[in-house]
Nanobody
Framework: QVHLVESGGGLVQAGESLRLSCAAS????????MGWYYQASGKQRELVAT???????EYADSVKGRFTVSRDFAKNTVDLQMSTVEPEDTATYYC??????????????WGKGTLVTVSS
């Protein structure tokens, strides 16, 4: 069993900052990519930012320069520092990790999501 638990969502005003955290636990052999996706109401789930197992990062164009993703490889956690948030950032944010539970088997796991609402 593997679990991803997110925390840190809530209501913020435009221009403010918010930090999301995600922790993976359970039968973890190793983790490949670990990061964040968001899904606004009525829209598809999209990548926000991710950290690969080599430490490189990828960001959605809409958040570059405003959001920073960071990962603690020892603790199996990933954070998303959201700065200068905009109403368009309003969405449910999901943690996603590709986790190997053995040397040869891995799959994607998702957290339950945390809602971020940005008021104008």
């Amino acid at each position: 069993q593997v679990h991803l638990v997110e925390s840190g969502g809530g209501l913020v005003q435009a221009g403010e900052s918010l930090r999301l955290s995600c922790a993976a636990s359970g039968n973890i052999y190793r983790i490949d990519n670990m990061g964040w996706y968001y899904q606004a109401s009525g829209k598809q789930r999209e990548l926000v930012a991710t950290v690969r197992d080599n430490g490189s990062t990828e960001y959605a164009d809409s958040v570059k320069g405003r959001f920073t993703v960071s990962r603690d490889f020892a603790k199996n956690t990933v954070d998303l520092q959201m700065s200068t948030v905009e109403p368009e950032d309003t969405a449910t944010y999901y943690c996603r990790a590709f986790i190997y539970t053995s040397p040869s088997y891995g799959q994607a796991y998702w957290g339950k999501g945390t809602l971020v609402t940005v008021s104008s």
